[in-house]
């Protein structure tokens, strides 16, 4: 089991950044990539942005491509997403998520997921 829990949400402005961070437990963090994804009102869950157990491979949907990184400190047991320029349509709850192999956009090969942290940017 992973537990995993998500912080640094709230409330911006538009062109405003956030750092979402991601804290976990249980078994070996290394084992894992890591994920984030988005889902607001009314919509289906959406990919943010993945990355290998070691860091070495990311991608990103192509809504956040170019203003969202992701990173690991597997020292830590953190991931985090560096968000900027952040528009209206980013408004969403944020979710950090853990898969026993590579890195994946698919949310079903996901094992693991947190609660999730509000992000709401205003216009």
């Known amino acids: 089991q992973v537990q995993l829990v998500e912080s640094g949400g709230g409330l911006v402005q538009a062109g405003d950044s956030l750092r979402l961070s991601c804290a976990a437990s249980?078994?070996?963090?290394?084992?894992?990539?890591m994920g984030w994804f988005r889902q607001a009102p009314g919509k289906d869950r959406e990919f943010v942005a993945t990355?290998?157990?070691?860091?070495?491979?990311?991608y990103y949907g192509d809504s956040v491509k170019g203003r969202c990184t992701i990173s690991r400190d597997n020292a830590k047991n953190t991931v985090t997403l560096q968000m900027n320029s952040l528009q209206p349509e980013d408004t969403a709850v944020y979710y950090c998520?853990?898969?026993?192999?590579?890195?994946?956009?698919?949310?079903?090969?996901?094992?693991?997921w947190g609660q999730g942290t509000q992000v709401t940017v205003s216009s």
């Open positions: 998520a853990a898969r026993g192999g590579s890195a994946s956009y698919y949310i079903r090969a996901y094992d693991y």
């Open positions: 990355i290998s157990w070691n860091g070495d491979i990311t």
């Open positions: 249980g078994r070996t963090f290394s084992a894992y990539a």
